[in-house]
């Protein structure tokens, strides 16, 4: 099967082959950001650094962009903007290898040709990702630490996705990437300056315009467990266009694969028994790797029908 990059550089190509096309519903097309109810901005200085009224506060709008979107934009998050270009220009090196180049790392040692970069990027998202769930467990009147080792982070799978995106001829018949909810915790993504990022909020897509030097976050399914359903794994899509080439990096941040994920007892009561079986993450993500990407489908399957 010829790559959407070799294909999209085929001289005079005006259309794609019916084997590349996806079929969305005309009612699926996004919209635009409401004025009125926006993507949520976190400020993770605040977090982290701001005074103990900053600090509450911005928990407060954490945990409220957990529970209405399950997404949000994360700026003065600490990751250098010359390190976050360096890891996309390695990556943008790395698709333009031949086909035979790639081979060379197909399977093992993948990360070699931007090892030395995406390695410190990594540690960097890490911190990130910890000081986030410290701030989310907060929210949910937990311990700061509380997801952290409940999940056992310090010992936690962490994916490294890279997507190129070359120009579409018709891009209203082709999809990027389906519908899909992340399996991990939290997953940090940054894109190249192109937008195709596009989020399920009340029933509508929405587009993300991205903030520039920041990271879209999204809750993801093992953090919808772990709350008890208080927050939400968020759907969201990938669409292309027809005139640049967009790459983005997802990091996902999961719990240590043997790590059974089950609902924070603090979070069960009476009125609100647990709503999910518990289940080792490495059987969350087998379950989730051996189906096509289809929403939530695979949280659907570890649902407590109480």
């Known amino acids: 099967m010829t790559t959407c ?11 794609i082959p019916s084997l590349y096309t996806y079929n969305t519903n005309p009612k699926d097309e996004a919209i635009s950001e409401d004025p009125e109810d926006p993507i949520p901005v976190i400020d993770l200085s605040l977090l982290t650094s701001g005074t103990p009224h900053q600090q509450s506060q911005a928990i407060q709008e954490l945990g409220k ?3 209405d979107w399950g997404f949000f934009l994360l700026i003065n ?3 250098p903007e010359r390190q976050m270009e360096a890891v996309i220009e390695g990556i943008r090196g790395f698709f333009d290898l ?6 060379e790392f197909e399977g093992k040692n993948f ?5 030395e970069v995406s390695m410190d990027y990594c540690k960097r998202i890490r911190e990130v990702a910890r000081e986030l769930l410290k701030a989310i467990s907060m929210s949910l009147g937990l311990e700061p630490c509380y997801i952290e080792k409940a999940t056992n982070l310090e010992s936690g799978l962490q994916l490294f996705v890279a ?22 915790l939290l997953t940090l993504l940054m894109e190249n300056g192109i937008g195709g990022l596009q989020t399920q909020h009340n029933g509508n897509w929405v587009n993300v315009n991205a903030i520039p030097n920041s990271f879209l976050v999204n809750i993801a399914d093992q953090l919808e467990i772990l709350s008890n359903g208080k927050y939400k794994s968020n759907v969201h899509r990938a669409v292309v266009n027809s005139k640049a080439t967009r790459i983005s990096l997802g990091i996902g941040n999961g719990p240590s694969l043997e790590t059974m994920i089950r609902p924070a007892p603090e979070l069960e009561s009476k009125e609100q028994a647990a709503a999910y079986i518990g289940m080792k993450y490495k059987d969350y993500m087998e379950l989730q790797q051996s189906n096509q990407l289809d929403g939530k489908s695979c949280l659907d399957r570890v649902r407590a029908f109480n």
């Open 5 to 15: 990059k070799k294909l999209a550089e085929s001289p005079g190509l005006t259309s």
């Open 65 to 67: 962009a957990c529970k």
């Open 77 to 79: 998050h600490g990751v």
């Open 98 to 103: 031949t086909e035979e180049e790639k081979r």
């Open 111 to 115: 990360l070699d040709p931007i090892r």
């Open 163 to 184: 997507n190129l995106y070359p120009p579409c001829p018709q891009p209203e018949l082709a999809m990027g990437l389906p519908p899909h909810s992340d399996h991990g």
